[in-house]
């Protein structure tokens, strides 16, 4: 069975540093990873995706991929109080449904 | 991006009634389709998986006779509680995205309270 994890937190960051969330993967196969957030009381909403090792960013954004160790990153650069959500890792592999961690809740302290 | 229309966006409703929720794709077609089911500062657990003509996929634990799935078009999933009791209060969504293995959207996801 695929799984993936997430360390649930909660994650706290002062205002203005970087956040790190991280997810492991138990298929070594793994093609696609996504990362998505959600706010209380709101669906998740999809804020990064990345398909290759190494580094995509996307303005505060970064994901960090290592298909070898198996594990994929976000890093949140210049926090802010509204990044305080909940972070789901989100792992595909082939013509299979995306299998999704349990979430990391990420708090930005003022 | 894609979107994915769920609709009520809440609902309240007495106890031993039925409640539908719609989910659409609208710029996609979807021959597959996901519903979640979340309690409050709890993990998203996936219910069952809707298949476009055919049976949804019910994960383990989820009474299939309960939550009635219907995909009866490449566009729209429908998720009935039947029979709703308090404890089935919670906030359902459901996700959708062009290729199975591909990133997912989810509808806004609706809040069911039963009373």
């Known amino acids: 069975q695929k799984e993936v994890e997430q360390n649930s937190g909660p994650l706290s960051v002062p205002e203005g540093a970087i956040a790190s969330l991280n997810c492991t993967y138990s298929d070594r196969g793994s093609q696609s990873f996504f990362w998505y957030r959600q706010y209380s009381g709101k669906s998740p909403e999809l804020i990064m995706s990345i398909y290759s090792n190494g580094d995509k960013e996307d303005g505060r954004f970064t994901a960090q991929l290592n298909k070898a160790s198996q594990y994929v990153s976000l890093l949140i650069r210049d926090s802010q109080p509204s990044d305080s959500a909940t972070y789901l890792c989100?792992?595909?592999?082939?013509?299979?449904?995306?299998?999704f961690g349990t979430g990391t809740r990420l708090t930005i302290i003022p | 991006g894609a979107v994915v229309s769920q609709h009520p966006s809440w609902v309240i409703c007495k106890s031993g009634t039925s409640v539908k929720i719609e989910c659409r794709s609208l710029?996609?077609?979807?021959?597959?389709m996901f519903w979640y089911r979340q309690f409050p500062k709890q993990s998203l657990m996936l219910m069952a998986t809707s298949n476009e003509g055919s049976k949804a996929t019910y994960e383990q634990g989820v009474e299939k006779d309960k939550f009635l799935i219907n995909h009866a078009s490449l566009t729209l999933s429908t998720l009935t509680v039947t029979s709703a009791h308090p404890e089935d209060s919670s906030f359902y969504i459901c996700?959708?995205?062009?290729?199975?293995?591909?990133?997912?959207?989810f509808g806004s996801g609706t809040q069911l309270s039963v009373l």
């Open positions: 989100a792992v595909g592999f082939g013509n299979e449904k995306l299998t």
């Open positions: 710029d996609f077609q979807a021959t597959t």
């Open positions: 996700s959708a995205g062009p290729r199975l293995d591909e990133k997912l959207f």
